[in-house]
């Protein structure tokens, strides 16, 4: 058993970084890598008319995201150039064209070519700016960028992690201390996190920072945070609460000081001096209103609990009355809402909501009022029992003809008890086999419900990244989903194990 | 047929018709059978002559499409067909009248522990607590043939044998001290060596507990073996019924001569083995004069025009042909079971799943 959930959990790590890998070929060899600044108007227009400036900003976001290396002339002449001051001349000569129009011709010094010639051997690229200078670019093949991917991905924090040149007596170590509020933690000096391992009053209320997931920057959209950050941050306006700062003051403050990092000693300011007495400064805050994946996850566990709370006694019902007036209707409510597009019984499911007074966004009564609620959860539900439904009556019906049931009553067993006792538990065995797939695929969120009501959760996260062309997002998503679909099917097959005897989950069994 | 006051189940007149797909088939027709208490009675005959059904009566088990169109079942003073609801039926099922099925493999639930499955019963009927159920479903297992009976308990039904499963089934057949137990095939789904222990178990049971067997079966050597009575069906009657001796070695209906031909332990190497030809008529249709007639080599023109009346052989003896009729002509049975107690008992001598042993 142990090595079967071994072996599973290699093969479905290996089946997500393959997945992976294949979307970040894909994503960043197949389309043009023009189309990132799409969405990026803003910058954009502050930069119209200065052409170089445009181009350093567009390499540099293309460095950033992975794409290529993008180098200076400044930096070429540094690693490749004895005379540095030599190597950075650039020549300015007006030239008059035939039609009397002055343009500018830039020339290089023979160190400055030299350089140039240094880096076009190593395969870059060596332009030119238009208003003088020189740089260079190198595209990234496919593979490496997926090498480059994957050595970023996992960020281990050690305390040797932390460089900074004006605190050189930092000290360095890991230990158990007491948070702010006096719970134990695990702590560390001269990590990037102050706390490694620290305990709150927010699920799953244990928390670590030695191991972290970087996907990268957000972009162009929810720009520069960490795609992760995107996802997992509170929303709505800061959360200020009366706090016991880090050295000891009482104040009124945003901070979650558990999610404090290491903020370099040339940037403190009086503020963070007011708060902390050393330099782990740089915290995150406490928002009024939870993070999209939180969003999703309420409508979805409770709209997953209501749709099971209602398919299971109803496909139970149908299938002991099979042919019968309660199995009759629930065919045809089946068959309606198997037939119905979904987005036509959201319309009418919210034109209904709205005649009784729910209203039909949202935003409109917000995160606070519980009627924002109702309506999406109903209808989140009522989507979802239709199949659950007919699974559920199918393989009653299946055991209701199973021998064992003959036998069971020709014991004497009530029909309620067989029903109760013996079919239940069996027809219950694929149904288990789901579960844990529905539960956690809740946090993928609802496309088209969390549109039409404009929720903000992660519904529409990845059709919005795939439009806008937010690559990182679009990657982290696939990752994120890849992996809980493949762990969710590897807890499903474990949970049949719990209620089907029968199931040995064995390294050796089957054909291999 | 007589009135004995031994009988334990009586059966008047049965008659049980099913719908199937807009149709009605009469499955029992006019069948009355008296069962004695303590008696082994075996009901034999072909895949559809509607031995099954029968018993399903007894317990009220017919498939949901079936119905007891007229008739009787007596059983300690009730006419068990008053019998609407399934709560009345409860009182009978499994605590009165038990039964083992054909399929072992299949008769238990297979995500219940079998210490479960045989408790449930024992809690059910028997009002006893979780604990007194336990040791007696430990105790009953024992007596079945099950070895480490305690550990076995909390098995599933997956990590035992056939042959084990079948025994199990006995056991919560037995678990409420039925007066009838029904045992509709219980060794076909089984290998030879193991319907022969099966076989041998139930019989010990039976005068252990002091039940009445009735045994479905067409294998007419498991019936040599166990049977008081046999009784043989077709197309949904009685043709014949007797002591086991009078119908292995005085069979008086064609049918029964048929069956009896077609054992293939009488088969002579190198001869084809007996068959009966033709098939049997469909229950759709009324059925005129005898039911066996059109199959039957020694028809009669009375045969196909008016069904026969049972006939007295012996007080115990009867049979359902126009051959027993008086101004009938004299036919003797088919040379292959003219010698038959010889036979058999050459057969038997030979050990085996028909010998004594």
């Known amino acids: 058993m142990k090595k079967y959930v071994l072996g599973r959990v290699i093969r479905a790590i290996i089946a997500v970084f393959v997945v992976t890998a294949i979307a970040i070929i894909m994503i960043f060899t197949m389309i043009p890598r023009e189309n990132i600044f799409r969405d990026d108007t803003a910058q954009l227009q502050k930069l119209n008319g200065k052409p170089d400036d445009i181009t350093i900003y567009k390499n540099n976001k293309w460095e950033q995201l992975g794409y290529l290396d993008f180098v200076r002339q400044a930096e070429m002449c540094q690693t490749e150039s004895d005379d540095y001051d030599a190597c950075m001349i650039v020549n300015e000569h007006t030239v008059v064209n035939d039609n009397g129009i002055e343009t500018k011709e830039y020339t290089y010094s023979e160190e400055g070519e030299k350089v140039i010639e240094a880096y076009t051997q190593k395969g870059y690229k060596v332009q030119y700016f238009v208003y003088g200078g020189f740089y260079a670019t190198k595209d990234y093949s496919g593979l490496e960028i997926v090498f480059n991917f994957f050595k970023n991905l996992i960020k281990i924090d050690t305390p040797s992690a932390v460089q900074d040149p004006d605190n050189p007596d930092l000290e360095r170590k890991i230990y158990i201390g007491t948070d702010y509020n006096g719970v134990p933690a695990i702590m560390c000096s001269g990590c990037e996190h102050n706390y490694l391992l620290y305990f709150d009053g927010n699920f799953p209320f244990i928390h670590q920072n030695f191991i972290s997931l970087n996907f990268g920057q957000s972009y162009p959209t929810y720009q520069n945070p960490s795609t992760l950050d995107v996802i997992n941050s509170s929303q709505g306006s800061l959360d200020n609460r009366e706090q016991t700062y880090p050295n000891g003051k009482t104040g009124n403050s945003a901070d979650n000081f558990h999610t404090c990092t290491y903020k370099a000693t040339a940037s403190l300011d009086h503020m963070d001096a007011n708060k902390f007495d050393d330099n782990y400064a740089n915290c995150k805050s406490y928002y009024t209103y939870p993070s999209m994946v939180s969003m999703s996850y309420i409508f979805g566990i409770i709209a997953l609990v209501l749709a099971y709370a209602i398919a299971i006694p109803a496909g139970v019902a149908m299938a002991r009355n099979k042919g019968k007036w309660p199995d009759k209707i629930g065919i045809v409510y089946v068959n309606i809402m198997i037939a119905l597009p979904s987005l036509a019984f959201i319309y009418f499911m919210k034109v209904l909501g709205f005649r009784i007074g729910l209203p039909d966004k949202f935003p409109i009564l917000g995160f606070d009022n519980i009627m924002s609620y109702i309506l999406p959860v109903i209808i989140l539900a009522l989507m979802s029992t239709a199949s659950l439904m007919i699974w559920i009556r199918r393989y009653m019906v299946d055991q209701t003809n199973a021998d064992y049931v003959k036998f069971a009553r020709s014991k004497g067993l009530s029909q309620k008890e067989i029903f109760r006792k013996h079919i239940l538990k069996n027809a219950i065995i694929p149904i288990v086999n789901g579960i844990p797939s529905s539960i956690i695929l809740c946090i993928s969120g609802s496309v088209i419900t969390e549109s039409v009501f404009a929720i903000p959760g992660m519904g529409k996260m990845l059709p919005d990244s795939i439009k806008a062309f937010n690559n990182n997002m679009v990657i982290t998503l696939t990752f994120i989903f890849t992996a809980l679909s493949i762990f969710s099917v590897l807890i499903g097959d474990l949970l049949m194990t719990v209620v089907d005897p029968r199931i040995q989950l064995d390294a050796k069994g089957g054909n291999e | ?357």
């Not at chain 2, 029992?28 to 059978?33: E, G, K, P």
């Open chain 2, 1 to 357: 047929m007589e009135q004995n006051r031994n009988n334990i189940l009586s059966v008047k007149n049965l008659e049980v018709k099913f719908k199937v797909r807009d149709r009605v088939l009469t499955a029992i027709r006019n069948v009355s059978l008296d069962f004695e208490e303590g008696k082994v009675v075996a009901i034999v005959g072909e895949s559809g002559s509607g031995k099954s059904v029968f018993t399903k009566t007894f317990t009220g088990m017919l498939e949901i499409n079936g119905e007891v169109s007229n008739g009787e079942i007596w059983f300690e003073g009730k006419n068990l067909l008053e019998n609407k609801t399934d709560e009345e039926w409860m009182q009978i099922r499994g605590k009165k009248i038990a039964t083992v099925f054909q399929d072992p493999m299949t008769s238990l639930n297979p995500v219940r522990t079998i210490g479960y499955q045989i408790s449930e019963v024992i809690i059910k009927h028997q009002g006893k607590s979780k604990a007194e159920a336990k040791a007696e479903a430990i105790e009953l297992m024992e007596r079945v043939g099950i070895y480490n009976a305690e550990q076995r308990y909390d098995e599933y039904p997956f990590m035992y044998s056939g042959g084990m499963r079948q025994r199990i089934v006995i056991a919560i057949a037995l678990a409420c001290h039925p007066k009838i137990l029904i045992c509709d095939e219980p060794t076909t789904a089984l290998d030879v060596t193991i319907q022969a222990q099966i076989i041998h178990l139930i019989k010990d049971l039976a005068k252990e507990y002091g039940f009445t067997t009735i045994y479905i079966t067409h294998d007419l050597g498991v019936v040599a073996n166990v049977a008081d009575r046999v009784a043989v069906m077709y197309a949904g009657q009685i043709v014949e019924f007797g002591e086991v001796e009078e119908i292995f070695y005085d069979p008086r209906h064609p049918y029964t001569w048929g069956l009896l031909s077609s054992l293939p332990q009488l088969g002579e190497k190198g001869n084809e083995l007996f068959a009966i030809t033709g098939t049997p008529p469909s229950l759709f249709e009324e059925i005129k004069g005898d039911a066996f007639a059109p199959r039957s080599e020694y028809a009669m023109r009375i045969d196909f025009e008016e069904e026969p009346p049972m006939f007295k052989v012996t007080d115990t003896h009867y049979a359902k042909t126009w051959l027993l009729d008086p101004r009938a002509p004299k036919v003797e049975k088919p040379k292959v079971i003219q010698n038959l107690h010889e036979k058999m008992l050459a057969l038997t001598a030979k050990g085996g799943i028909y010998g004594e042993h």
